[in-house]
């Protein structure tokens, strides 16, 4: 299986901000061998631009996300301007949309229909992410309470929960396997409260700490699920943790008792 490179193009926020249009990038990007750009709704200024990126999209070749920095679910109901959002990325011909969990944890059954329905009337996947804030940092099932951790790698989102696997194909180097497991969300035996990441692959791991220390994860060994810790797996993507914070004091090797 084919793995395809991608972009946010965040990263040329500079030129974004100095009011360049993004559709206007894609064929520089696709000339540098990348075939996946996710397009930011921030800088969309004019309603011609969804057209033009669909243009640059086709004849170059590329395969689109859509991102788009507002809350799925505000209020407990699905966002009123859901259905436009979804509206322009049908016009750009987007595979995947992504969004900002709001108070998904708090919707209702009603509610959860309603954003069902309009959800499955379109031909395209979604993602949704924490944000930045202690409000959208973490989130709970409604219905067995269980917290969530989110980790991203800037294209596509973890779940992490105590008990919950990871799998060679999110971690590894075989993106078919999705059946050996390479980690295990685990609570820390000498802290309650406190959960980590154990590494059970045969590969080795690097944690990337918010204080700036790296340490090598191999087998056996976890890293802690705080905010702003980062790991790279085998296949050498980076993935981060954006969470509340999970406690309020830490010690040093506090890392190393998550397994």
Same mark, same amino acid.
């Given at each position: 299986? /084919?793995?395809?490179l991608?972009?946010? +193009?965040?990263?040329y926020?500079?030129?974004?901000? @100095?009011?360049?249009?993004? %559709? ?26 969804f ?6 999209? %086709? ?10 920095p507002?809350?799925i ?6 966002n ?9 990325a ?5 595979q ?7 108070s998904?944890?708090?919707?209702? @059954?009603?509610?959860?229909?309603? +954003?069902k ?10 993602t949704?992410e924490n ?5 959208? &940092? ?16 800037g ?11 990871l ?5 590894? /180097? ?14 820390? /035996? ?11 692959s045969q ?15 191999? !087998?056996?060994? &976890?890293?802690?699920?705080? !905010? ?6 085998? +296949? ?5 943790l ?18």
């Open positions: 299986m /084919r793995q395809e991608g972009i946010n +193009l965040l990263v926020k500079e030129k974004l901000d @100095q009011g360049t249009a993004q %559709s206007t990038l894609l064929k520089a990007i696709k000339d540098q061998g990348i075939s996946l750009a996710e397009v930011r709704r921030e800088y969309i200024k004019e309603a011609s631009e057209q033009a990126i669909a243009k640059e999209a %086709s004849q170059n070749d590329m395969t689109l996300y859509y991102s788009v507002e809350k679910v505000e209020d407990k109901v699905p009123k301007n859901l259905t436009t959002y979804l509206e322009e049908k016009k750009m011909n987007i995947n949309v992504k969004f900002n969990i709001g998904l944890n708090e919707i209702d @059954q009603a509610g959860a229909e309603e +954003l329905d309009i959800l499955s009337k379109y031909e395209m996947t979604y949704i944000d930045q804030t202690n409000e959208n &940092g973490t989130f709970a099932c409604p219905k067995c309470g269980k917290i969530y951790y989110p980790l991203t790698n294209m596509d989102r973890i779940l992490l929960a105590e008990g919950e696997k799998y060679e194909c999110q971690t590894g /180097r075989n993106p078919m396997d999705k059946d050996t497991v390479t980690g295990l969300i685990v609570e820390n /035996r000498q802290k309650k409260g406190l959960y980590g990441i154990k590494n059970v590969g080795v791991w690097r944690g990337f700490y918010p204080d700036g220390k790296l340490k090598d994860i191999p !087998n056996g060994q &976890g890293i802690p699920i705080w !905010n702003g810790m980062s790991v790279r797996f085998e +296949l050498g993507e980076e993935w981060n954006r969470l509340m914070q999970q406690v309020e004091e830490r010690k040093e090797d506090e890392d190393e008792q998550t397994v």
